[in-house]
Every structure is written in structure tokens, then in C-alpha cells.
């Protein structure tokens, strides 16, 4: 049996994610107790970390677990989203926490659920909702954490959460490299900051995954156009992607693709290993619930929920393989000057992704409003810089947009976003152009470059479609000569309209 009061931090969850903080967290010299379902699973973690600056202790029970961090605690869990955080808090609250311990979900779980355990366990414990982005390594080394929950409860959370986040140079707002086991990053920016009340932290942690599927989708299809239009070896797109990196597209997701595009077959060392991996892509439900959140919104996140829609698509491959028999598209033709269609698809992914992080920062305003959070988008940029799968450059750029105008209603209409997308349109409508002539897919850069057009289109033809609702509905519209609020229905001068009879029991109308 542990000591009494001997952790100052608890974490219950040894999977990948859940081991790899636990020792993130004693290398910052916190003495940590952890919990596993699996018991054995727990006794050989500790067996095979003997030597930490923090002490790791295994606990057998969650009685004993709770026994041995020090009031008010701190309780981590990393276990699957859904019913297992509801069950692993109720079993707490059954091992006897107190009302004053922070609960703290750090998995992937819906926003809503985090606002509803928040009230649910109000009575017993504190419950706190914080994102963690970054993967094995950035929890093992410094992850992005946006936490979310109760203002004086952060306060408790802070000083670990500051200790084990990456850290970004403050002046550049790159990441500070060398976090080394028992060696932490000292100096620099940490990559976490209180994003604000109830599920405001799972609620970001959501849309930086939908701006995770978008942006994959994005260098996915730059990757298909070098391939199929020039017909490009992997070897020589790996040289394109680390050129790329260099420039303002530098993000860790262009990095890792030079690497992955280089890799040989271990099974086939002739081959690459690109080409032996099936191209049915899965996912695990958090781009969907960006979309979901979208819809729900009234936002338009085409990009995002385009590449949610694009690995739906990579899914029906046996579809694919026999339709591909019987349904032809235009011959492909390798396009001269190659080096050039290089540069246009460069081009094309960079404003590619202005608009698809746009639709993301755009969702969350609309999300704010909602829930009644003050979220500060300038903040959010900037612990995306390190620790988390999208960080790049760009973030940089975004923290210093909104550092300009915090009051920006939109990405693109800060001067140096305006800016690039002028300067790089061009070959964008150019790439998507010859995308559509030679029958090459590319959806997020497609619906990419739709949301720009949409965005600077002042009428849209969006009244036809309120007049066709007004004709065979009577669902009214608004004039453009009149204030906004105000709404108008003209009986339609046709045989062929229904006819619009008013019932007297409910005061609706219903067409016949």
C-alpha cells in the first residue's frame, strides 16, 4: 500500500497516451501515482521506469490511488471517451474523493458530455475538461493542453500543465527543441493556456482535429496532383516536401510526409512503403463532430467537412475498384513545365489553407456566442505552435493576426492573409482548373477555393433559392430594401403553386 499523501498528481489510463504523460509529468519532478484496469499492466510500467526526477507510484486500487496523492488532488484520466470517463469518475467518487479534487478528463471527449459531467458531479468533485494534442511523443516529450472548466480550478492544474507543455521561443513562436527524458525545456512560451468555462477546452481540442483532417486532406491531394499529373517517384516528392518546409508551409505534418515518402518497405525493400499501404483511411469520430458542430452552427466549414466526407469516400474502396472498371473520365495529360505546376501546387496549398483555418476559427466564434464562453483566438494560435499535430509557422502568423485586431470577424480579411491569397489565387484557380480537366480529385482544394469565392461575393444566388422557398412553402424572405428581421411573402402568380390553406386549430400553414 502507497504512502498517504505522497503524489501530488494522480493519472488513471496506462495506454500509449496515458504512460507517456505519466512520465512527462515525473520528469518535471512531480511525484506521480497512477492507476491501470490491468494491474500487471501497471506493475511493469513502474518496473520499466525505475529512475525518474518524480516518483511513479503504482497503485492496485482506486482506493489506494486516491489514498496516495495529497489533498485537494489532482486526478488525471486518460481512458476511451464516452461511458468510461462517467464510469472511472463514478468509481472515484465511490474510492472517496473529496468535493474540492480536480477530476481532470484529458481524453477526446465531446464538449457537451464535459459540460454535462461538470454539473453531473458538481456536488462531489471538480470536474475539468482539458485537450491533449501531439501524440505519443508530444505527450511524452510536451503536448499542446487546452484546458477548459472552472476558472479557480485551472489554477490548481496550472503549474503541472505550464511544466509539461512544449515550449515555443517567444519571439519567433517556434518550438524549443531538446526536450530530452529528465532533461525539460527550460525557458520559452508553454504551449497551454485557459481557454475558458465547461467543454471550451474539448470543444477547441475538437476543431484543431477538424482543421487535422483538412490540413492531411490538403497535402494528401498535393501529394496526388505531383504524382498523377507529373508522375513524380516518391523519392523526388519526399525532395519537393522537405524544399516546401523550408518555406512559409514549414509544419510538422509537412515534415513528417518527406519522411513517410522516403520510407522503404521493410517486407519489400525495392519499393516504397506508400505504395504498399491500402488507401482507405480511418478516423475516430472528431472531424465528424467538427462538421456535426458546423451544420448545427450555421457556419460553412466546406473544407473541413469535405475531408471528413474525402476519408467516407477512401473507405468504399472495393466501390472504387469496380467502378473504376466501368466509369471513364478524360485522358491524363502530363502538363509541360513542371517545375512550374510544382510551384502552383505549392501555392495552392498554402492558400488552401488559409481558407481551411478560416472555417475553423470562424466555427469557434460562432461556438463562443453559443455556450457563452470568451474565447481568445490569438491565445488558441499560439499553444498550436508546439506540441500538437497541426503546428507550424503559419500559427505565428494567425497569433499575430489576432494580436492586430482582436475583434477580427474572419482569417481572411487580416492584411497578411488578404495578402497571400492575392499573391497566390492565381495558381490556385490554375491547379484546381487543371485538377478538373484531367478527372484528378481534389476536394479540399476545391471547396477550399469555393469558400474564398463565396466569402468575397457580396450577393450570392442564395435569393433564388428563399424566393423557391417562399413560391412552394410560403416560407417568406427579406427584401434588400428593407432593414434585416423583417419578412415578406408574395402569393406566386401560378396554377402549378399549392395552394396555401391556413389551419384555424394551429395557426399554421400547410400546402395542399
Known amino acids: 500500500m502507497p504512502e498517504s499523501g505522497i503524489a501530488q498528481v494522480g493519472l488513471i489510463g496506462l495506454a500509449v497516451m496515458g504512460n507517456n504523460l505519466a512520465l512527462n509529468i515525473a520528469d518535471h519532478g512531480f511525484n506521480i501515482a497512477v492507476y491501470n484496469r490491468t494491474t500487471e499492466i501497471m506493475r511493469e510500467f513502474i518496473a520499466e521506469n525505475p529512475d525518474t526526477p518524480g516518483k511513479i507510484i503504482g497503485c492496485a486500487s482506486l482506493v489506494d490511488f486516491v489514498r496516495a496523492i495529497k489533498p485537494p488532488r489532482v486526478m488525471i484520466i486518460l481512458v476511451k471517451a464516452g461511458a468510461a470517463v462517467d464510469a472511472v469518475t463514478r468509481q472515484l467518487i465511490e474510492a472517496g474523493?473529496?468535493?474540492?479534487?480536480?477530476?481532470?478528463?484529458?481524453?477526446?471527449?465531446?464538449?457537451?458530455?464535459?459540460?454535462?459531467?461538470?454539473?453531473?458531479?458538481?456536488?462531489?468533485?471538480?470536474?475539468?475538461?482539458?485537450?491533449?494534442?501531439?501524440?505519443?511523443?508530444?505527450?511524452?516529450?510536451?503536448?499542446?493542453?487546452?484546458?477548459?472548466?472552472?476558472?479557480?480550478?485551472?489554477?490548481?492544474?496550472?503549474?503541472?500543465?505550464?511544466?509539461?507543455?512544449?515550449?515555443?521561443?517567444?519571439?519567433?513562436?517556434?518550438?524549443?527543441?531538446?526536450?530530452?527524458?529528465?532533461?525539460?525545456?527550460?525557458?520559452?512560451?508553454?504551449?497551454?493556456?485557459?481557454?475558458?468555462?465547461?467543454?471550451?477546452?474539448?470543444?477547441?481540442?475538437?476543431?484543431?482535429?477538424?482543421?487535422?483532417?483538412?490540413?492531411?486532406?490538403?497535402?494528401?491531394?498535393?501529394?496526388?496532383?505531383?504524382?498523377?499529373?507529373?508522375?513524380?517517384?516518391?523519392?523526388?516528392?519526399?525532395?519537393?516536401?522537405?524544399?516546401?518546409n523550408e518555406t512559409e508551409l514549414d509544419s510538422y505534418l509537412i515534415e513528417i510526409t518527406a519522411d513517410i515518402l522516403q520510407q522503404r518497405d521493410p517486407s519489400r525493400p525495392r519499393k516504397y512503403l506508400i505504395d504498399s499501404i491500402l488507401d482507405a483511411a480511418g478516423q475516430k469520430g472528431t472531424g465528424q463532430w467538427t462538421a456535426s458542430s458546423a451544420l448545427e452552427l450555421g457556419i460553412p466549414a466546406n473544407a473541413i467537412a469535405e475531408a471528413v466526407f474525402a476519408r467516407c469516400m477512401s473507405a468504399l474502396k472495393e466501390q472504387r475498384v469496380a467502378a473504376a472498371k466501368k466509369l471513364s473520365g478524360p485522358k491524363t495529360v502530363r502538363p509541360k513545365q513542371a517545375r512550374k505546376i510544382i510551384e502552383a501546387i505549392r501555392q495552392a496549398l498554402y492558400c488552401s489553407k488559409i481558407g481551411a483555418y478560416a472555417q475553423g476559427f470562424q466555427l469557434m466564434s460562432e461556438a463562443q456566442r453559443k455556450y457563452n464562453w470568451k474565447l481568445e483566438f490569438g491565445t488558441i494560435a499560439s499553444i498550436w505552435r508546439g506540441g500538437c499535430i497541426i503546428r507550424a509557422r503559419f500559427l505565428q502568423k494567425i497569433t499575430e493576426a489576432y494580436q492586430r485586431d482582436g475583434e477580427l470577424v474572419n482569417l481572411l480579411l487580416d492584411p497578411y492573409f488578404r495578402q497571400q491569397i492575392q499573391r497566390g489565387q492565381e495558381q490556385w484557380r490554375t491547379v484546381v482548373a487543371l485538377a478538373a480537366r484531367q478527372g484528378i480529385a481534389v476536394p479540399a482544394f476545391m471547396s477550399a477555393l469555393a469558400y474564398y469565392d463565396a466569402y468575397r461575393t457580396a450577393v450570392l444566388p442564395a435569393h433564388l433559392i428563399q424566393a423557391q422557398r417562399d413560391y412552394f412553402g410560403a416560407h417568406t424572405y427579406e427584401r434588400v430594401d428593407q432593414k434585416r428581421g423583417q419578412f415578406f411573402h408574395v402569393d406566386w402568380p401560378s396554377s402549378r403553386r399549392p395552394q396555401i390553406v391556413v389551419s384555424s386549430a394551429t395557426g399554421g400553414k400547410t400546402a395542399q
Not at 464538449?111 to 468533485?125: G, N, S, V
Not at 499542446?144 to 479557480?152: E, I
Not at 527543441?177 to 529528465?182: L, N, T, V
Open 97 to 244: 474523493v473529496d468535493k474540492n479534487d480536480l477530476v481532470v478528463d484529458a481524453g477526446n471527449s465531446l464538449w457537451t458530455d464535459t459540460i454535462r459531467r461538470e454539473q453531473q458531479y458538481a456536488a462531489q468533485l471538480k470536474f475539468f475538461g482539458s485537450g491533449v494534442s501531439g501524440g505519443e511523443l508530444g505527450a511524452r516529450f510536451g503536448p499542446s493542453l487546452m484546458p477548459g472548466g472552472d476558472p479557480n480550478s485551472w489554477k490548481h492544474l496550472q503549474p503541472i500543465w505550464e511544466a509539461i507543455a512544449a515550449k515555443v521561443d517567444p519571439a519567433t513562436g517556434k518550438p524549443i527543441p531538446g526536450a530530452e527524458r529528465g532533461k525539460p525545456v527550460v525557458g520559452g512560451v508553454p504551449c497551454t493556456a485557459y481557454i475558458g468555462p465547461d467543454g471550451a477546452g474539448h470543444y477547441v481540442k475538437m476543431v484543431h482535429n477538424g482543421i487535422e483532417y483538412v490540413d492531411m486532406q490538403l497535402i494528401s491531394e498535393a501529394y496526388f496532383l505531383l504524382r498523377q499529373l507529373l508522375g513524380l517517384t516518391p523519392p523526388e516528392m519526399a525532395d519537393i516536401f522537405r524544399q516546401w
